[in-house]
């Protein structure tokens, strides 16, 4: 049952996410805007502008420093939201193609962002420095997820693999091959022992990671995976055919 709608956007939303401490939901759209929506009121608490291209990536984060959002876009840059003030907190630069996705490291300090431009970079979101860059992928970087403690994280590409990396050392530890086309989502586990992978060759595959070895596979949609979620032992895929459940 549909219990209210959002209206503010003007193109496509494309990504959403829910802080449920803060009651608020965040979204970023192709009309360049990030918009935060106060649940209670039902209504745009902020609205960010600052992007010059589409959000391509969205990650928010509840941590002891603040309630505060990470976006990503094709204008090449992320930028750092505060959702109690609306200030923008900073402005990270240094990809030179579109950055198509983000994840914020647990403890609030650090975000990883994967690029078109091949390369994955973290970034200090105190400063909005770069911290590393992460060099190995053959072909634009698609994805990107932590593992549950962030000590690594596990990129997907165009290049067809997955690379597992020493968040602290910036060192790829891993390759993972087993796709036939590019990877378009990854997902971690909660316990971080297996992360969870979806490919344009319609394929779910579920990887140990210290194995560096497929776990289970030919989990198949009748399209493109385009997202993943894990929670507990399951994990949820989304594509146009549909939700499914393993």
């Not at 960010?48 to 603040?66: K, M």
């Amino acid at each position: 049952e549909l219990i209210c709608r959002l209206e503010g956007h003007h193109d496509q939303v494309t990504h959403v996410s829910f802080l449920a401490g803060a009651r608020v939901a965040v979204s970023g759209s192709s009309d360049f805007t990030v918009r935060v929506w106060d649940l209670k009121r039902k209504s745009v608490k902020f609205c960010f502008q600052y992007h010059r291209g589409e959000i391509t990536c969205l990650a928010v984060c509840e941590s002891p420093r603040g309630v505060f959002a990470v976006s990503g876009s094709s204008d090449m840059t992320l930028r750092k939201w505060c959702l109690q003030t609306g200030k923008c907190l900073a402005t990270m630069e240094g990809h030179s193609k579109t950055v198509k996705d983000v994840a914020i490291l647990p403890n609030g300090n650090a975000c990883v962002s994967a690029s078109l431009d091949r390369t994955l970079r973290i970034w200090n979101l105190n400063t909005g420095h770069c911290s590393k860059t992460l060099k190995g992928h053959e072909d634009g970087v698609w994805c990107v997820a932590l593992t549950a403690g962030g000590s690594l994280t596990v990129s997907g590409s165009k290049d067809d693999l997955l690379k597992v990396w020493d968040v602290s050392s910036g060192n790829c530890i891993r390759t993972l091959e087993g796709h036939s086309s590019w990877i378009s989502c990854v997902a971690a586990s909660q316990y971080g022992k297996w992360i969870v992978s979806g490919s344009n060759d319609k394929l779910l595959k579920v990887w140990d990671i210290q194995k560096a070895q497929i776990k289970s596979g030919a989990d198949r949609h009748y399209a493109q995976p385009e997202c993943i979620a894990a929670s507990g032992k399951a994990f949820y895929s989304g594509a146009s055919d549909g939700i499914k459940v393993w």
